[in-house]
């Protein structure tokens, strides 16, 4: 899977579309591109199991969490945004069945399996209070170790834009796992329940954002799982992480930001990357176009081995690693031929692009103060 040699592909002749806003919602992003498996829908789609989906909703589950739903930007009102919510659940289901195709007539245990799902995510999302990743500074709160101690947040939606303006992440892991890393100190240790909170935080915000771009947007994920950036973190050796910008956080009585699940504070070492993946594939379904793992070392080839079969196979499919010097066959390759269609000027010089710098853990910081300013509650 993905360690062949490259392949020479031509690039994308679209250029890059500015994000703007349409009549239905949608963030100014070329649907085209993105075409959907024969078997899925959208929210504007004539679907007879979607339409049912929708009124079971919204007659049957939705009422069991008034008034609280209300104020969930995903879940809370009739709009596109939780149509679309909606239809990725129906096309998870679908896909699970051997992508059914849309019908004029409705599937019966089809839809009862998908309104299951919903009312368990909706049950989730109570619980979890996932409101409240919509709420204006619960980025720094979540992020920053001084008031959520052991998140070790390595990843984040940033500036950084397909051809047609879908959001791609990009993450650093050994930002979080090299313990042998300069500087490094017991208070960048990751704690388990803080951490998964905050990372649900940032795939929250991402599954708003790809919610807003488009019914069929789905964002892929760039995460460098080379060696630690020693050079560009030595340009801020003088102020430490990005996450201890507002103090470091404290190792005897580590803060944290609640709520948290009553499984979360007791799991470990690839116990916790398995939960992030569960709760990732369970309560955001058919958001995921790639994750492309750059620069994997055979340590990191041995450990993928492992947790790729913690995901259903649709997932798996989807998992791509890049050795340096296949950029072009996967960064910047068309989004038909699989690749994440970005343009080599905008993308980081650090993954092979032009553009700018990542700036050791900076981007991250960036990304926090971003999540911030486009908080809507």
Same mark, same amino acid.
């Given at each position: 899977?993905?360690?062949?040699?490259?392949?020479?592909?031509? *690039?994308?002749?679209?250029?890059?579309?500015?994000?703007?806003?349409?009549?239905?919602?949608?963030?100014?992003?070329?649907?085209?591109?993105?075409?959907?498996?024969?078997?899925?829908?959208?929210?504007?789609?004539?679907?007879?199991?979607?339409?049912?989906?929708?009124?079971?909703?919204?007659?049957?589950?939705?009422?069991? +969490?008034?008034?609280?739903?209300?104020?969930?930007?995903?879940?809370?009102?009739?709009?596109?945004?939780?149509?679309?919510?909606?239809?990725?659940?129906?096309?998870?289901?679908?896909?699970?069945?051997?992508?059914?195709?849309? *019908?004029?007539?409705?599937?019966?245990?089809?839809?009862?399996?998908?309104?299951?799902?919903?009312?368990?995510?909706?049950?989730?999302?109570?619980?979890?209070?996932?409101?409240?990743?919509?709420?204006?500074?619960?980025?720094?709160?979540?992020?920053?170790?001084? *008031?959520?101690?052991?998140?070790?947040?390595?990843?984040?939606?940033?500036?950084?834009?397909?051809?047609?303006?879908?959001?791609?992440?990009?993450?650093?892991?050994?930002?979080?796992?090299?313990?042998?890393?300069?500087?490094?100190?017991?208070?960048?240790?990751?704690?388990?329940?803080?951490?998964?909170?905050?990372?649900?935080?940032?795939?929250?915000?991402?599954?708003?954002?790809?919610?807003?771009?488009?019914?069929?947007?789905?964002?892929?994920?760039?995460?460098?799982?080379?060696?630690?950036?020693?050079?560009?973190?030595?340009?801020?050796?003088?102020?430490?992480?990005?996450?201890?910008?507002?103090?470091?956080?404290?190792?005897?009585?580590?803060?944290?930001?609640?709520?948290?699940?009553?499984?979360?504070?007791? /799991?470990?070492?690839?116990?916790?990357?398995?939960?992030?993946?569960?709760?990732?594939?369970?309560?955001?379904?058919?958001?995921?176009?790639?994750?492309?793992?750059?620069?994997?070392?055979?340590?990191?080839? /041995?450990?993928?081995?492992?947790?790729?079969?913690?995901?259903?196979?649709?997932?798996?499919?989807?998992?791509?690693?890049?050795?340096?010097?296949?950029?072009?066959?996967?960064?910047?390759?068309?989004?038909?031929?699989?690749?994440?269609?970005?343009?080599?000027? *905008?993308?980081?010089?650090?993954?092979?692009?032009?553009?700018?710098?990542?700036?050791?853990?900076? +981007? /991250?910081?960036?990304?926090?103060?971003?999540?911030?300013?486009?908080?809507?509650?």
């Amino acid at each position: 899977m993905a360690e062949d040699e490259p392949q020479v592909l031509k *690039s994308s002749a679209k250029s890059h579309k500015p994000v703007v806003a349409t009549a239905n919602g949608d963030m100014g992003v070329d649907t085209a591109v993105l075409g959907p498996p024969s078997g899925d829908v959208d929210d504007s789609d004539d679907d007879a199991d979607l339409a049912e989906l929708k009124r079971v909703w919204r007659r049957d589950i939705r009422p069991r +969490f008034e008034p609280e739903i209300r104020s969930d930007p995903i879940l809370g009102s009739d709009g596109f945004i939780s149509d679309r919510f909606l239809a990725r659940f129906l096309n998870a289901e679908r896909n699970a069945a051997g992508g059914r195709r849309r *019908s004029q007539k409705s599937d019966t245990e089809l839809v009862a399996r998908t309104a299951q799902r919903l009312e368990e995510t909706a049950r989730f999302r109570k619980e979890y209070a996932c409101t409240d990743f919509h709420k204006r500074g619960m980025a720094r709160r979540l992020i920053m170790h001084a *008031s959520n101690a052991g998140a070790c947040v390595y990843f984040g939606v940033t500036d950084l834009r397909t051809r047609a303006g879908i959001p791609v992440m990009i993450g650093r892991v050994t930002l979080m796992t090299d313990d042998s890393a300069p500087g490094w100190k017991p208070s960048d240790r990751m704690l388990p329940a803080q951490h998964l909170r905050a990372a649900l935080f940032v795939v929250e915000r991402a599954a708003h954002m790809l919610l807003s771009c488009g019914a069929r947007a789905k964002g892929s994920y760039i995460l460098d799982v080379g060696s630690y950036p020693t050079e560009e973190m030595a340009r801020h050796k003088g102020t430490g992480r990005y996450w201890d910008a507002d103090g470091a956080g404290s190792v005897e009585q580590p803060a944290a930001v609640l709520p948290h699940l009553a499984q979360h504070p007791t /799991l470990s070492g690839l116990g916790v990357l398995k939960e992030a993946l569960r709760l990732m594939e369970r309560q955001y379904p058919e958001t995921l176009h790639r994750v492309y793992f750059y620069r994997p070392g055979l340590a990191f080839r /041995l450990v993928f081995n492992v947790f790729r079969l913690w995901v259903p196979t649709t997932t798996r499919e989807r998992f791509v690693l890049v050795r340096p010097g296949q950029e072009h066959a996967h960064f910047f390759a068309p989004a038909s031929a699989g690749g994440c269609d970005l343009e080599r000027e *905008s993308t980081p010089r650090e993954l092979g692009g032009y553009g700018p710098s990542l700036d050791g853990d900076r +981007f /991250l910081l960036k990304a926090c103060e971003r999540y911030d300013a486009e908080a809507t509650l």
